[in-house]
């Protein structure tokens, strides 16, 4: 069964660094997500992309993140300098249409020290 | 900003015990959508419902929505420790039709 893939499951970063999160949506799907869950809270959203541009994005999602899909397989969400309150489970959704279902990756749990 | 709430927060009943859990909100959405959620993993879909006073059945699981399409209900019949997993409803909003989660249910069911 097709599924979104999230690299890596784990990632351990000093504040202030560079994290890059990647997610491999399903093949033929079109529309991609990403959203956040802070240990304990609501899944959040962050960003929706579509025909290689946002479409939406949360006011959670500042200067400091990225999206970028540069291959055709691969949906990146960079962090360009990491603080603490981004450490949370980060994941990946895509759905071919958008009134078809959403697959949510396994997610990308981003610890920053 | 369209929230949605949910109760309770922590379930914990016996096997074979019944159960609704439930999604308020003040808003109107299109639509509703129920997840099950497991540790270290993403949120699985189990059903969306669309129209005001739908009821979906998923096995021992029965969805409905509010005629209003405000709330949402989720009730398990005869629970079983495999149904044990945090439960969250969310609603579409916005342009991509991003969604909108609740705070969700941690429902343990025990043997």
């Known amino acids: 069964e097709p599924e979104v893939t999230q690299t890596p499951s784990h990632q351990v970063t000093q504040m202030g660094q560079e994290v890059i999160l990647r997610c491999v949506p399903i093949s033929n799907h079109l529309y991609f997500y990403w959203y956040r869950q802070i240990l304990g809270q609501k899944v959040e959203f962050l960003v929706s992309f579509y025909n290689n541009e946002i479409s939406e994005k949360s006011e959670i999602f500042d200067d400091q993140f990225s999206v970028e899909r540069p291959d055709g397989s691969n949906f990146t969400l960079k962090i360009r300098s990491t603080k603490l309150e981004d450490s949370a489970m980060y994941f990946c959704?895509?759905?071919?249409?958008?009134?078809?279902?959403?697959?949510f990756g396994e997610g990308s749990r981003l610890t920053v020290l | 900003t369209q929230l949605l709430e949910q109760s309770p927060q922590f379930l914990s009943i016996q096997e074979g015990e019944n159960l609704t859990v439930y999604c308020n909100s003040s808003?109107?959405?299109?639509?509703l959508q129920w997840y099950r959620q497991e540790p270290g993993e993403g949120p699985v879909l189990l059903v969306t419902?669309?129209?005001?006073?739908e009821v979906k059945k998923l096995k021992r699981l029965t969805f409905q929505f509010g005629d209003a399409r405000k709330d949402s209900s989720l009730h398990i019949t005869a629970a079983q420790p495999g149904d044990t997993g945090l439960y969250l409803c969310?609603?579409?909003?916005?342009?991509?039709?991003?969604?909108?989660f609740g705070s969700g249910t941690q429902l343990t069911v025990l043997p």
């Open positions: 969310a609603g579409e909003v916005g342009s991509a039709r991003q969604l909108t």
């Open positions: 959704a895509s759905r071919l249409a958008l009134a078809g279902e959403l697959f």
């Open positions: 808003s109107v959405f299109s639509s």
């Open positions: 419902v669309v129209t005001g006073g």
